[in-house]
Structures are given as C-alpha cells and as structure tokens.
C-alpha cells in the first residue's frame, strides 16, 4: 500500500496517456472478433467439421475469450499501477514492468536537477502525449515516465512544485532553484 | 481436418477439453491471484477504484470457469 508521511498532501497524479491504453484494448477486441467469427467461417466452408465438433469449437470459444479477458486485465493493471505522484515534499513514481517485476522511486525536490520532455512521433504530437525525464542528482541517476499525457504541462508543474519546495525549506546553497522555460 | 484427427486420435476429446480448460483455469486463477495483489497492496487505500477493478476481473474469471465447466461436463460423462 502506498503511503505518505506525516503532513504530506499529493498535489496532482498523472497516469499513462488512454491512447496506449486505447491500443491494448483494440487488440483484445480484435482477438474477441476473431474468436467469433472463426466458428461462423467454420460452419458456412467446413460444415461437417462444424456439426461434428459444435460442442467442443463452443468450449474452445469460451476459453479463449477466458483469455483475453486476462490479457484485458493485464494490460490494464499495467496502466492503472503505473503513476506519479506529485506531493508537496517528494515525487513518487510507481512503475510496473510486468506483474512481478515493480519499481517504486521516491524523489526528494532537493535532488532533482532537471526535467526534461520528449515526443517522437506523429500519434504522440497529435494526441499531446510524451515521456518525462527527471535528472537527479548523485547516484540516483535518472527517471522517465513513459507516454504520459502532457509532458510540458507535466514537466511545469514538477519545477513549478520543486521551486515553492525549495524556497519554503532550507537546502544547499549550491542548489539552484530550476527555472522553468 | 486430417491434422485434428491425429490429434484426436491420440488424445481424444475426452483429454483434450479437459487438458485445455486445465491450463486456461491455472493461467486465470495465478493471474487473478496476482492483479488482486497487486490492486490491494500497490494502490491506496482510499482508491474504490483499484478495488472495482479486482473485484470484476475476479467475477469474469469465476464466471467463465463456471461457463466452461458447463460445457466441459459432456466431455467428461
């Protein structure tokens, strides 16, 4: 369970853009046209096959439907577990690769050094979605979070948040307040 | 046609609907193990609907292996 501490306020929280979401589900939704309308191609050029293994060609159907209803829930686990989180002290990014393999960073504002945004591509532009670069600073190197919706808007926000951070609490002369350009 | 029924031949109907609703049944179940994890533990508590989402992917899976083991009971007789 994710957990704030003591008079921590999440300030805003940014999942994946729905388009790659969009993607995952029209796949599923054509495995599901296909497992229907091979049983009805089957029964209009192979009709005996058909009358002889109706029973077992419906079963097959409901199982693979069963699995595409896994691989629909996989694919939106895979979405819906991956976010960031904007508090008022820290970022926190919760990353899912695959259902055993989870990353969860925590990112004090006083060690982020740069944010930096990246869209390659046409649907990407199109649809205003992107990936977000957080440069931190000593060995936590750097964080992105993919195909997030509104990267510039995203990547304000962050400096926005890290500049009122850093000049309500003390930190390190040498820590430069990141202007947002 | 001909492939389907060497296969048949080996294994039969009987084995093969069984065989396949076995491995469908254990690819669901450990996976609805798993997202229902993962919803309940890597979520927040106040997240309703982290906690719909698990709940009907856990009543589809429940559903469909009840369908199935409907159309499996001729098989089996």
Redesign the interface.
Known sequence: ??SLQANEHILFMHRRHWFPLFLVLFRIFLGVVVVIVAPILIRIF?PE?FIQ?S??I???M??A???L??FL??G??DY??DVWIITDARLIL?E?NG??H?T?TSIDYVNIQDVSTRIVGLIPTFFHYGDVTIQSAGTFGEFTFKEIAHPNDVREKILKVRNEYLSTHEHHPAEQSLRST | MDYFDSLQGIMGLELLAPFFFGVVQIFSLVLAIVIRYHFRHFSFAHDQRAKVISNVFLAGVIAFFAGSLILLIPFLL
Request: charged share 5%; net charge positive; hydrophobic share 70%.
């Open positions: 369970m994710i192979i096959l293994y029973q077992f419906y079963f097959m409901l199982l439907i069963q699995a209803w896994t829930f996989l939106i686990t819906y577990l919760v899912l259902l055993f989870r969860v």
